[in-house]
């Protein structure tokens, strides 16, 4: 009997073949899976697989967690009394190892794993940037075959290891990441693989709970307020998810950590909508030209998580949550001072999430004495290239105007090249 089942969060079906899919009966709420028992770590076990709430079976390779420690020098200097800090990437004065610089690791990693014990046989994956390195990067470990799919605008800051270079990599030469998923989806289709499915694939939001996990093992409770900056939104609803099995369980907390969640001005639709408590994003806070104004544009999704069954809405709802609006000046800024007060760089994205902190503290929306989780999503890139060399990504161009006939026969001589 496997350890978890899949469910509907709306209608309450219990799905037992259901890799990334929607309900059936109800197509506009997200499925959540439930795991058997409490939760539980598996003494002598390194890395994440030492946790039982994570849809997989018998992984094969090891794959590094989060750091979750406590802070003196940020919080220190903001005047917390308890503040937490997950890091994501690499520092191994801290004994942070991941190569990949990003927590999008974790998705890969349990994605790719559920796939494998799925008999699903190769996947296409859709990227902004980080999503697509971390996939890369897995592909290279457990030697799943992947087909990655980027829009041209996010090249330039895109970077790979060494060894991920063989990965094909498609980049769109004429759309933006929303355009990159639909092209993906194409590919998929024609190559009879999966998409990976985004928001809908349980695999992908339970392996970005980890960061709670990983947090509750260490603090022994949930914390009492979450701070991260979003795009899609899929990892702040996975910590809500994580949150409700944890409320469940019954030993670690009785309320849901408040979700703080940030995105970085002009481009911030879930700000406003949240702000008039409105379950439909605004079009014209969807505008592409916003987009270009931005500083992190890993975070600039046009199709978020915002309004569907167990999306961001939900989440904020079930939390009585808040959103901020950061502008880039004072993305920059918090970028220095987390640097400054704890001595590693951190990726702009995750420079949102400081300065979301920075502003609760400011307005009050947080108490010193709380005790609060800020998620570093990315973090180490300066670090990690003092010891190792950095590869820019080398895709294969197309346009959204190829053929079906086109595609296909690309897909052909790629995969041909691969094996
Ligand atoms: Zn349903």
């Given at each position: ?22 309900c059936e009966h109800c197509r506009d709420s997200l499925l959540v899976t439930e795991y058997r028992d409490g939760f539980a770590v598996e003494k002598g076990v390194s890395g994440v697989w030492r946790y039982n709430w994570l849809p997989v079976h018998s992984p094969g390779f090891y794959q590094p967690g989060p750091v979750v420690y406590r802070s003196r020098g940020l919080a220190g200097a903001l005047g917390l009394d308890d503040l937490y800090i997950a890091f994501n990437g690499y520092w191994p004065e801290q004994g942070a190892e991941m190569t990949t610089c990003t927590f999008k690791e974790f998705e890969a990693a349990v994605v790719l ?307």
């Amino acid at each position: 009997m496997s350890h978890y089942r899949i469910k509907c969060r709306k209608c309450s079906t219990v799905l037992d073949d259901a890799f990334c899919a929607f309900c059936e009966h109800c197509r506009d709420s997200l499925l959540v899976t439930e795991y058997r028992d409490g939760f539980a770590v598996e003494k002598g076990v390194s890395g994440v697989w030492r946790y039982n709430w994570l849809p997989v079976h018998s992984p094969g390779f090891y794959q590094p967690g989060p750091v979750v420690y406590r802070s003196r020098g940020l919080a220190g200097a903001l005047g917390l009394d308890d503040l937490y800090i997950a890091f994501n990437g690499y520092w191994p004065e801290q004994g942070a190892e991941m190569t990949t610089c990003t927590f999008k690791e974790f998705e890969a990693a349990v994605v790719l794993e559920n796939a494998r014990s799925n008999t699903i046989e190769g996947m296409v994956v859709a990227s902004a940037g980080n999503t697509a390195r971390a996939f890369a990067h897995l592909s290279t470990v457990t030697g799943f075959p992947v087909i990655i799919v980027v829009p041209q605008m996010c090249l330039f800051e895109m970077w790979y290891l060494e060894a991920s270079l063989s990965i094909p990599t498609i980049a769109l030469e004429d759309g933006d990441y929303s355009d990159a998923i639909d092209l993906a989806k194409r590919m998929a289709l024609a190559q009879g693989y999966p998409f990976e499915g985004g928001v809908k694939n349980i695999a992908k939001r339970d392996g970005l709970g980890i960061v709670l996990l990983e947090t509750v093992e260490r603090v022994g409770k949930l914390p009492d307020r979450y701070f991260q900056a979003v795009g899609s939104g899929t990892g702040a609803i996975a910590v809500w998810e994580m949150s409700e099995r944890f409320l469940r369980d019954g030993r670690y907390g009785r309320k849901h950590p408040v979700l703080h969640l940030a995105q970085n001005l002009p481009f911030a639709p879930m700000v406003k909508a949240w702000d008039m408590r409105s379950r439909t994003l605004f079009q014209e806070d969807l505008r592409p030209e916003l987009i270009e104004q931005i500083t992190t544009r890993v975070i600039s999704t046009r199709y978020p998580a915002y309004s569907v069954q167990g999306g961001v809405f939900d989440a904020l709802t079930a939390t009585d949550g808040r959103m901020y609006g950061i502008e880039n000046d004072d993305v920059y800024a918090a970028v220095e001072l987390f640097e400054k007060t704890e001595g590693i760089d951190i990726v702009l994205a995750a420079g949102v999430a400081v300065a979301a902190l920075q502003e609760a503290v400011k307005e009050g929306h947080v108490d010193r004495k709380d005790t609060i989780l800020l998620n570093i999503t990315g973090g180490g890139e300066k670090r990690l290239r003092q010891e190792i060399k950095t590869h820019r990504v080398k895709p294969v161009f197309l346009s959204k105007a190829v053929t079906d006939a086109e595609l296909e026969e690309l897909l052909c001589s790629i995969l041909k090249n691969v094996s």
